[in-house]
């Protein structure tokens, strides 16, 4: 009884009591719940998002009783608190009958004002609690009335690194886009200091009392701020301090009057009834958050005499923040202060000791990560952050935290809209407009009228770098510009500190050289009102001298070119006037469109004589940013097509190809020849992948639309007057042959179709594509389909078309696996009088001489054949004996038959011996048009040329072409060769290169050539193993070639 007594008149034992009696509430509640309610109310208390309530870790709550619980509860909240949560729970789990009754058990028990006579560790929870629900959900810049979101739902991390960089580093990262960029970044990242670690002690045990936060305009250091305030109220960082307090410098600009430092936390912090005159007592526990130092509007390096030393000493406000920065008031709380580079000098002067962590802004994971936190939707997520991957320069903006949220503001309003982000309204240059009005709208008074003087320096700063190839400016250059003396300086350029001797020197830089780009593309624009005090001399305004650096040095000025033209777009000018109060000119407009078309005017196109095609991508960006119907169909007038190779095209290259290609008033050739149609997984973090896909593709690409989609739509729309497509090692699947038979199936004009090398459009593209064809391939003269795996399958559908098409004059299938059957399904379709097929290539077709005997019979039925290329075909004398059975046909109009491949002589043969060439002689006889004979990579031998010769020597024979480079030619055939120049056949090209010719033959050759001559033009002889006097003696004639 005693100790009873001695503990009730003890200190602080009514508090204790009140906790005792709020902790047999909360049991009380919690063992009247049902086992499946108590579940339900752990696991909200662990992973629901309440108001003002931080979770308890899963794993604690997972296998705790009614009693663990409750004191889990009053250990995280405090006791009177523990009660506040426990009804905000229930009431979540919908058991409001129960959430009633502890209420009014609490009033009962504790009465209302429960906050009289709290313990500090009660006030430190309804502070916390007060944190929690003003700092929980935060507003985005274009919110509606209601909008809001949770700050801890929507934050990503950030990539802070304490180290400093030398210049060289800070070049590499002005400069670096892309892949490039991403890498740095991610290298960057594998060092970075997490938020909860900024005041942890480092190797040597320093723990830092002032940590400086620093990054440049955007990069999130206020959202940082916030979640710091957030995360210590959940009880989730900084628990070594008992309060933090958040002070934004823009808002102590504006409270007037003296005030102590009480005073201004009672005007900054939520919540209320907190003693602050106690907490100040314990400046140990206590943490600053200083958010903007470099938004103060006044000086903090008042004399220290006249600063304050006392919490409760009222003082104006520009003295009380001063005194806490300069350390002079509350020198033992800790600090922790945001600001952009600008200001970095002037805070060194007032810090001591301080830990500087620079925010970096997102790496490619971050980035990631933001996108699926502000779309919420998996898909939505997934495909925003594909198109944005595959746009180098947005993604690699979008490191920095406000451009991120613009461009998913932007794309998630695209999302909505038909077309989706294929028809995207913003381009990279109205991204870059509204990431500078989002900074602009932070100025107020007399910086909001500074803007348009700063912004012609800064253009002129831009400018001259660019045309110096510098990205960092010494102080000297910013000063010259009285960029020095401009309050808005900061917002817009970035100061670094680097060691030089033993001194501290400032550079200065735009955030990103794109970002010095921008403005060096605005220095052009900008018309010249006048100001009382003119910038010294600059580069020369004149946008021709810029258009002609382009042409030398075209990396350099690529960006700046492409933004010149989104600046000449009619609602970027106003927007960006509406802004910055500058006037924007479109005077150079003319000048622009001019250039653009005399650009594609290079020295390979004035040699071959097409001037009327567009080789080069980047007319098309330029095009893109501008934007500009009628001005974009007037810069594609002068052209009647587009010719690019060898590109991979991300998918916003894909979107600016559509775009123009919608426009395109005259367009009738589209060659995109080796370029790749890039894609991009979600999960993918390595390089973007071409658009194949494996044979016998997952049933989720039917619901997926094939890379070329944007093209065959923009096609379509244009309505598609093309008369030769040519898309030659594209890497298309068969989804893809589908999207380009609906597009083609309505173009009336087309005349050559190339799809060649596409080895995973196959059977299923091939008959895809045909169901398109079929509606409208009637003008199709020449189709290439070589090296797209078809077979006899393939060969059937493709048969269908070429029924519908009399005027078919080319059809190459060389490099498909078709075989005789194959052949045998397209004959049947090629052969009669009525068709125009004049050349039919089946090399490495896996033809036997079955197949040659159904060729056979289409030499007779189809006198238009003049050409037939049968290389790296194992077809023997066999084959070559049934198709002389055509060749002979008094119908046959053959002039070239090409037995082996005329693309890769060394590998290819079609199994011909001398037996063959005796076969072919009789052929030569009969088949006068025959004008070409290929017999190259075939081991005829010597033997072969003998039983050939009587074929040459024979007056009937035409033919004027004959090749057998690498026959196992030795030298006796020279004999017959030489017999039948004397007999004066009709050959004017003899290829006998890469044989074993010896001395004797070849002179007996050449003595053949220089006493008979005939019509021989070109006699091509091996040079190897060959002496100096024989090759003196061949060079002497000029119809030799000697390789």
């Known amino acids: 009884m005693h100790t009873g007594s001695s503990r009730s008149s003890a200190p602080g034992s009514g508090h204790w009591q009140r906790g005792c009696r709020a902790g047999e509430l909360l049991l009380r509640a919690l063992e009247d719940l049902s086992q499946l309610d108590f579940k339900l109310f752990r696991d909200a208390l662990a992973h629901a998002e309440l108001r003002g309530c931080s979770p308890i870790p899963w794993g604690r709550l997972e296998k705790a009783d009614w009693i663990d619980t409750k004191n889990l509860m009053l250990e995280f909240y405090g006791a009177e608190a523990a009660l506040d949560v426990a009804i905000t729970v229930l009431e979540h789990i919908q058991r409001r009958n129960a959430a009633a009754l502890l209420r009014e058990s609490r009033e009962r028990a504790l009465g209302p004002a429960s906050l009289l006579g709290s313990s500090p560790s009660d006030h430190r929870s309804g502070y916390k609690r007060a944190v929690r629900q003003a700092y929980g959900r935060m507003k985005d810049p274009n919110a509606r009335v209601g909008d809001s979101v949770s700050l801890s739902a929507r934050y990503a991390r950030l990539v802070m690194v304490t180290e400093h960089r030398d210049e060289h580093q800070r070049e590499r990262e002005i400069a670096a886009v892309g892949r490039g960029h991403a890498d740095l970044m991610k290298e960057r990242a594998s060092c970075s200091i997490a938020i909860a670690d900024l005041f942890k002690p480092d190797d040597e045990g320093w723990s830092p009392k002032e940590v400086v936060l620093l990054g440049a305009a955007g990069m999130g250091k206020t959202m940082t701020a916030r979640k710091i305030m957030l995360d210590w109220a959940c009880n989730q960082m900084f628990e070594e301090f008992d309060f933090v307090f958040y002070i934004h410098c823009r ?17 900054c912090c939520p919540g209320s009834a907190l003693p602050l005159d106690a907490v100040l007592q314990q ?97 939505q997520a997934a495909a925003a952050f594909r198109f944005v991957r595959g746009h180098e320069l947005l993604f690699t903006m979008c490191l920095v935290p406000v451009v991120c949220w613009i461009v998913c503001t932007v794309l998630r309003q695209q999302l909505g809209r038909a077309g989706g982000l294929a028809h995207s309204p913003r381009t990279t240059t109205g991204i870059y407009v509204l990431y500078l009005s989002a900074l602009l709208r932070s100025l107020r008074g007399r910086q909001r009228q500074d803007v348009p ?19 960092l400016f010494e102080e000297k250059e910013v000063q010259g510009l009285a960029l020095g003396r401009q309050e808005a300086l900061p917002l817009l350029l970035n100061e670094h500190l680097f060691q030089k001797d033993i001194s501290c020197v400032s550079s200065y830089s735009f955030i990103h050289l794109s970002f010095q780009e921008f403005f060096a593309a605005l220095f052009y624009l900008l018309e010249d009102e006048g100001e009382a005090q003119e910038p010294p001399v600059g580069p020369s305004r004149d946008v021709k001298e810029l ?77 893109y940013e501008l934007q500009d119907e009628r001005l974009v169909a007037a810069a594609l007038c002068p052209f009647t097509g587009l010719r690019l190779h060898g590109l991979n095209l991300n998918r916003f290259d894909q979107v600016v190809l559509a775009f123009s290609l919608r426009r395109f008033p005259g367009l009738q050739v589209l060659e995109l020849g080796h370029c790749c149609f890039l894609w991009d997984e979600p999960e993918d973090t390595a390089e973007p992948q071409p658009c194949k896909k494996p044979h016998g593709e997952a049933p989720e690409e039917e619901r997926t639309p094939p890379p070329i989609h944007s093209l065959c739509q923009a096609l379509e729309a244009s309505g598609c007057q093309l008369k030769t497509l040519r898309l030659d090692r594209c890497e298309l699947s068969s989804a893809c042959g589908a999207a ?74 060389s490099d498909n696996a078709v075989g005789d059957g194959g052949v045998r399904e397209l004959c049947a379709a090629l052969r009669g009088p009525g068709r125009g097929l004049r050349k039919l290539e089946l090399w490495q077709c896996g033809l036997t001489e079955l197949g040659c ?59 011909l011996t001398e037996l063959g060439c005796e076969t072919l002689a009789a052929v030569l006889a009969d088949s006068p048009s025959l004008a070409e004979l290929h017999l190259g990579g075939n081991a005829v031998g010597d033997g072969g040329v003998r039983r050939l010769s009587p074929g040459l020597r024979d007056p009937r024979c035409r033919l004027r072409t004959l090749s057998l480079w690498q026959c196992g030619l030795l030298g006796a055939c020279c004999e017959d060769l030489c017999s039948a120049l004397r007999a004066g056949c009709a050959l004017e090209t003899l290829d006998l290169s890469e044989n074993n010719l010896d001395k004797g033959s070849v002179q007996a050759l050449c003595w053949a050539l220089g006493q008979h001559p005939g019509s021989l033009q070109k006699l091509w002889l091996p040079s190897s193993g060959l002496d100096e006097e024989t090759l003196r003696e061949a060079a002497e004639l000029e119809q030799v070639k000697l390789v």
Not at 351 to 376: K, N, P, T, V
Not at 559 to 568: A, D, E, H, K
């Open 251 to 267: 808002e102590g600009n504006v409270l007037a009057g003296e005030a102590s430092m009480a005073d201004l936390l009672e005007r």
């Open 283 to 379: 400046p140990e526990k206590l943490l600053f958050i200083i958010d903007g130092f470099d938004e103060l509007r006044f000086s903090v390096e008042q004399p220290w005499s006249e600063l304050c030393a006392e919490p409760g000493e009222r003082r104006p406000v520009d003295v009380v923040l001063a005194s806490l920065l300069r350390r002079r008031l509350l020198p033992h709380s800790s600090l922790l202060i945001t600001t952009r580079p600008a200001a970095l000098q002037n805070l060194r002067r007032l810090l001591q000791h301080e830990r500087c962590a620079e925010i970096l802004g997102f790496s490619e994971a971050d980035r990631r990560d933001y996108f699926q936190r502000f779309f919420g939707s998996a898909e």
């Open 453 to 471: 003087a700063v912004l012609r320096r800064l253009c002129c700063l831009a400018a001259g770098g660019l045309g110096g190839h510098r990205v």
């Open 547 to 623: 258009l002609e650096s382009y042409g030398s040095c075209r990396n350099y000025f690529i960006l700046t070119v492409r933004f010149l033209f989104g600046l000449l777009n009619e609602d970027r000018r106003r927007e960006l006037e509406q802004e910055t109060g500058c006037k924007i000119s479109a005077r150079i407009m003319q000048d622009l469109l001019e250039w653009l078309q005399d650009s594609q005017k290079t020295a390979l196109a004035l040699l071959l004589e097409e001037t009327g095609l567009v080789r080069d991508l980047e007319l098309c960006h330029c095009l």
């Open 740 to 813: 380009l038979g609906s597009v083609l199936g309505t173009s009336p004009a087309l005349t050559e179709l190339g799809l060649a090398g596409n080895k995973d459009l196959g059977d299923e593209g091939v008959r895809r594509l045909c169901e398109g064809l079929r509606r409208g391939a009637g003008p199709l003269r020449e189709l290439r389909l070589g090296g797209c795996s078809l077979t006899a399958a393939g060969c059937r559908a493709l048969a269908s078309v070429l029924a519908a098409v009399p005027g078919l004059a080319l059809l190459d299938l």
């Open 853 to 911: 005997e159904t060729l056979a019979a289409v030499l007779a039925d189809t006198p238009s054949l003049a050409e037939l290329h049968l290389g790296g075909n194992a077809v023997g004398d066999g084959g070559v004996r049934r198709l002389s059975r055509g060749l002979r046909d008094p119908r046959c109009r053959l002039r070239t038959l090409r037995p082996r491949c005329p693309l890769a002589r060394r590998l290819w043969q079609c199994g």
